[in-house]
């Protein structure tokens, strides 16, 4: 059990808990908002940095009308991604699904509704287009576009690092 919290219950399901997680994961890791990134969020190769478009907004309104900020959870995914993919040598595809659901689990933990933040996620998504891509960080990990085999979009990203 952790330190941290030695009244909880740490072998049931805890929004208090994830949400202490996710707080130690945001300890960790530098953030960097000033780059142009494919799929909206990425990680250095080093793992030392989490990414997040540029343009993507820092917040969205749900169907109640209440702001929530959105950095926190696209940290816990990009950082679970990296880290069951250098860990246990996982493909892309198969640490996505895992850090989805953890994403997915710390957006409920949070008290928003997944649909409203899904479908505010799912409409940038679909905004990032490979034209707008101009400003990629030299150590961006390129293993999900490789992954995904993205050959297009990859050539263009390689074309944009910043060195």
Do not use: C
Request: net charge negative; no cysteine.
């Amino acid at each position: 059990m952790s330190r941290h919290h030695k009244d909880a219950n740490d072998t049931l399901v805890s929004s208090s808990m994830l949400m202490h997680a996710v707080g130690e994961i945001l300890k960790r890791v530098h953030l960097d908002r000033d780059h142009d990134i494919p799929y909206l969020a990425g990680y250095s190769v080093d793992r030392s940095k989490i990414y997040i478009d540029r343009h993507l907004e820092k917040a969205f309104t749900d169907h109640l009308g209440r702001r929530h900020e959105v950095d926190r959870f696209l940290i816990l995914h990009e950082a679970t991604e990296k880290a069951l993919i250098d860990s246990w040598g996982l493909h892309y595809q198969h640490a996505h699904q895992i850090a989805l659901r953890a994403e997915e689990a710390a957006v409920r933990a949070a008290g928003i509704q997944w649909r409203d933040y899904d479908r505010f996620m799912q409409q940038w998504i679909k905004r990032a287009d490979s034209a707008q891509v101009s400003k990629v960080p030299a150590d961006l990990d390129l293993t999900p576009y490789l992954d995904e085999n993205d050959g297009e979009l990859i050539k263009v990203m390689q074309k944009a690092m910043v060195r």
